[in-house]
């Protein structure tokens, strides 16, 4: 048996008893980012079948693959049963299932797509995907996340080695990052759910009212938490009370801020990747809030302030921040010092704030956008991760026991990859984001 095989009978072992819900009569749906992680896939549901679930099904969610057929097909020739039958997901949806997302990192389609065809395409999702949707976000059909490596992407991370080399070094490392080389595998994870559990439940105890940060890049911002507002992690439970795992790996504590009370500035700390823009990287960057949108862009290069600017016009809300993520220090992740140009990896290495949604207060699932927004969280339909944690990062946390520093790390000196400085980063006036086309009529008032 060679090193993937071995690999793959650990990672699908653990996936199908530590992942799947217990209750065997729960329809599960495997999604797979692309047409090479099928048969890892074939493998968990082969698995699955064993421990005695009945109802499984695979579905093929690769954007690329979906683009490609587009590109390919006459508008005429596309239909649903291609790509765009989720009869699946529906009934996943409706029966209370599970769903399991073998993600992996996906290069950009290089051609642009007839809209027409991209119009046929969302038209033939749009009602099955309703119905999926509002199942899943109130977590009736929760799911978990894991990450899979492919040639393609440990080419890309690994130019040096030859591709078979490549892979391994990479599978060796997502294996080592989901604890599966340890000697107990259930064990190592059952340990890291009781300390991320302790970490939980002391964030909540301290009612955070405002946390603010500093490092000596320039970052110098405060953020304000809603009143009820809750710290979750990986390891939650579902609608019906079962213990689910979120993401695989995961080593981060998350909640949501009050979206119009952000103010100050911040600055990245690693590059950041935009998959919806070809996956054009920005090397370092700055954001600028007040009144909680996001009012400058601190940039080097036009095009970077271009694409970052077009992400904050998304919709009404992108501009304001939907999360803020404490993450531990030195994890698995962040030892490896690599950038995986894939958000689930990538935010388990820092400390990090999200563009976007989602929700933490209490029973914010069941709240309708207009109840989220009165309540101060964020309702963008878009989410983007960016990386913020520093050797010297420090966050100081205003509780119901007075100032605390929640988070330090110690400044070892120039081992930030940072090659100018922060004052710098703003070429123009021009780089002001009020300047660009963006209704107010479009956006919410913050609350005076």
């Not at 979750?232 to 993401?247: A, H, P, R, V």
């Not at 069941?366 to 944690?389: A, P, Q, V, W, Y």
Request: charge should be neutral; proline fraction near 4%; aromatic fraction near 12%.
């Amino acid at each position: 048996m060679n090193q993937t095989t071995l690999y793959d009978e650990k990672y699908a072992s653990f996936l199908t008893t530590q992942c799947l819900p217990t209750n065997r009569k729960r329809p599960i749906v495997i999604l797979y980012k692309s047409k090479a992680l099928k048969p890892f896939a074939t493998l968990i549901m082969k698995k699955a079948k064993r421990r005695g679930f009945q109802s499984i099904f695979l579905f093929n969610n690769s954007e690329y693959e979906k683009k490609e057929y587009l590109d390919q097909t006459k508008l005429k020739d596309i239909k649903q049963e291609s790509y765009f039958d989720l009869s699946h997901l529906e009934y996943c949806a409706k029966n209370s299932g599970f769903q399991l997302q073998i993600e992996t990192f996906e290069e950009s389609y290089p051609k642009k797509i007839d809209p027409a065809k991209e119009e046929k395409a969302s038209y033939l999702c749009e009602k099955q995907l309703n119905l999926y949707f509002e199942y899943t976000s109130n977590l009736k059909c929760p799911g978990t996340v894991a990450i899979y490596p492919t040639r393609t992407w440990a080419k890309k991370l690994f130019p040096e080695l030859p591709v078979e080399e490549a892979f391994i070094k990479l599978y060796q490392q997502i294996m080592e990052m989901c604890l599966l080389e340890t000697e107990d595998p259930c064990k190592a994870w059952n340990q890291l759910k009781e300390n991320h559990m302790q970490t939980i439940r002391k964030l909540n105890q301290l009612k955070i009212k405002k946390l603010h940060y500093q490092n000596h890049l320039g970052t110098n911002l405060t953020i304000s938490l809603p009143e009820n507002h809750l710290w979750l992690g990986s390891f939650e439970k579902d609608y019906f009370g079962n213990d689910f795992i979120y993401n695989v790996p995961s080593y981060e504590a998350f909640t949501s801020p009050i979206y119009y009370q952000t103010e100050g500035t911040v600055f990245s700390t690693k590059p950041l990747v935009l998959h919806r823009h070809n996956n054009y990287i920005v090397d370092h960057f700055g954001l600028e809030f007040h009144h909680g949108a996001v009012k400058k862009i601190l940039v080097d290069k036009d095009e970077d302030y271009q694409v970052i600017k077009d992400f904050l016009n998304t919709d009404p809300h992108a501009r304001y921040l939907g999360e803020c993520a404490l993450v531990e220090q030195d994890t698995p992740v962040s030892k490896t010092n690599t950038l995986y140009y894939h958000a689930l990896l990538d935010e388990n290495a820092s400390c990090h704030l999200a563009l976007g949604f989602p929700d933490t207060i209490p029973g914010g699932i069941e709240m309708d956008k207009r109840s989220l927004l009165d309540h101060g969280i964020n309702t963008s339909s878009t989410h983007l991760d960016f990386m913020i944690g520093s050797d010297d990062l420090e966050i100081i946390a205003d509780t119901n026991k007075g100032k605390q520093l929640i988070y330090q790390k110690e400044y070892q000196g120039n081992s930030l990859k940072v090659k100018c400085k922060a004052h710098n980063w703003c070429k123009s006036e021009q780089h002001l984001l009020a300047s660009c086309s963006y209704s107010k009529q479009q956006s919410r008032d913050p609350p005076q």
